[in-house]
Each structure stands twice: as structure tokens, then as C-alpha cells.
């Protein structure tokens, strides 16, 4: 596609219940990212993949969190029990180059709602 | 640790004046920053990157600061326009990553 995809563009899970988000990049971009956005703050970094492998996943807040990209493309990531703080909006974005002197490219971002 | 600080307030101009919106840090030697704009329910858009080695960059309406001394960047949109209400987001990074660190964002609203 043109821009990243992201799906689903919202979602509703109850507390404890198991949730998986998506993100397809930008084709031919090598790294992704999984940042996560708070009302009225900035994203806030989670997780970066350098093609299939996850170069940094020091923004994972805890063992509950984690993402896969299987085949370099499209990654996903995955949260377990969650918990209402989990509530957020989950934004992934790509690029072309695996260090930042290049923009990123963001996704609308899923907006996870955990009663 | 490493603290990122925009004008938490919205700022408010009339059309056709320079909106001027900051963006300081402390504890962090950035390679680059970066500046975004994000609108309501959408994601972040690019809009100017600068290195630390320089010291201004342009484009169109945009100019973009970078004090490595001061620690602080400033981010200028001349003869503002209503369309540029937004929210706009400082991202600073080494530059050994691609991981960003984002500032909280500044709200601007350009009154007609």
C-alpha cells in the first residue's frame, strides 16, 4: 500500500482478555516501529525491528507486551491480561533507513479501550 | 534520565503572524531532531529533520532551530494559516538507532 496500515483502527477488549494489533509497513522498508500514545502526551517508543529481528525492545513496558515481524513486513504486537492502564492509541511507524537521520512514516494508529 | 519539554499550554496566534513553539532537553546529546505534526485521530506526519552540526534548516513557511549549547530547538511557521492548527511533537535520537524520543507536543490553533 502507499502508507502504513494499521488494523484494527479501534478496539474494545475486557480486562484480562488477549489482544493483537497490526501493523503493515510501507513496502521495501526495512525498520518498524511500535510506539504507544497517551491522552495528551507524545508516543512514548515500545519496540524497533531491523528487518525480522528486534534491534531494541527497551520501551516494552513489561512481559505482557511483545511483537513479532515473522518475515521482515508486517509485524504484530501482542498484549496479554490486559489491564485498563494498557488503554491507549498504538501507533506503528516504518522507515527506510535503520537509523534516524530519515523520517518515519506513521500509521492512524488501533485505539485499544480495556473495561 | 532523559526529559523532553514543549510548551505544555495550546498557543494561540491570528492568521498571518509567525507562530514560534520550543522544544528544550536535558540529560540527552541528540544526533537529530526531529519535528511532526499530528492532527485529531491520526498518526504523526514528518516535517523537518536537523543534525546537530547545523544550526537552522528551511522549508517553505517552516524553519527549524537547533542550540546544542542551549539544549533547545525552536520551530517557526510563518504567515500562519487556520490549516496549520495542529498539534506539533519535537523527537529527538543518537542517531546509532532508529529509536525517537518524543516531547509531550504543543497545540496551536491559528485564528482566522
Known amino acids: 500500500g502507499a502508507g502504513v496500515s494499521q488494523t484494527p483502527s479501534n478496539k474494545v477488549t475486557e480486562k484480562g482478555k488477549y489482544v493483537e494489533l497490526r501493523c503493515d509497513p510501507i513496502?521495501?522498508?526495512?525498520?518498524l516501529y511500535w510506539y504507544r500514545q497517551s491522552l495528551g502526551q507524545g508516543p512514548e517508543f515500545l519496540i524497533y525491528?531491523?528487518?525480522?529481528?528486534?534491534?531494541?525492545d527497551s520501551g516494552l513496558p513489561n512481559d505482557r507486551f511483545f511483537a513479532v515481524r515473522p518475515e521482515g513486513s508486517v509485524s504484530t504486537l501482542k498484549i496479554q491480561r490486559t489491564e485498563r492502564g494498557d488503554s491507549a492509541v498504538y501507533l506503528c511507524?516504518?522507515?527506510?533507513?535503520?537509523?534516524?537521520?530519515?523520517?518515519?512514516?506513521f500509521g492512524q494508529g488501533t485505539r485499544l479501550t480495556v473495561v | 534520565s532523559q526529559k523532553i519539554e514543549q510548551n505544555s499550554e495550546a498557543l494561540n496566534i491570528q492568521e498571518g503572524k509567525t507562530a514560534t513553539l520550543t522544544c528544550n532537553y536535558t540529560?540527552?546529546?541528540?544526533?537529530?531532531l526531529q519535528w511532526y505534526r499530528q492532527d485529531p485521530g491520526r498518526g504523526p506526519v514528518f516535517l523537518l529533520l536537523?543534525?546537530?552540526?547545523?544550526k537552522e534548516k528551511r522549508k517553505e513557511r517552516l524553519k527549524v532551530t537547533f542550540d546544542t549549547t542551549l539544549k533547545q530547538s525552536l520551530f517557526h511557521i510563518t504567515a500562519s494559516q487556520p490549516a496549520d492548527s495542529a498539534t506539533y511533537l519535537c523527537?529527538?535520537?543518537?542517531?546509532?538507532?532508529?529509536?525517537?524520543?518524543f516531547g509531550q507536543g504543543t497545540t496551536l490553533q491559528v485564528k482566522p
Open positions: 540529560n540527552y546529546s541528540p544526533a537529530y
Open positions: 513496502s521495501g522498508h526495512t525498520a
Open positions: 511507524a516504518s522507515s527506510s533507513s535503520r537509523v534516524s537521520n530519515t523520517e518515519a512514516f
Open positions: 525491528f531491523q528487518g525480522t529481528g528486534a534491534a531494541d
Open positions: 523527537a529527538l535520537s543518537s542517531g546509532n538507532t532508529g529509536k525517537l524520543i
Open positions: 536537523i543534525r546537530e552540526n547545523e
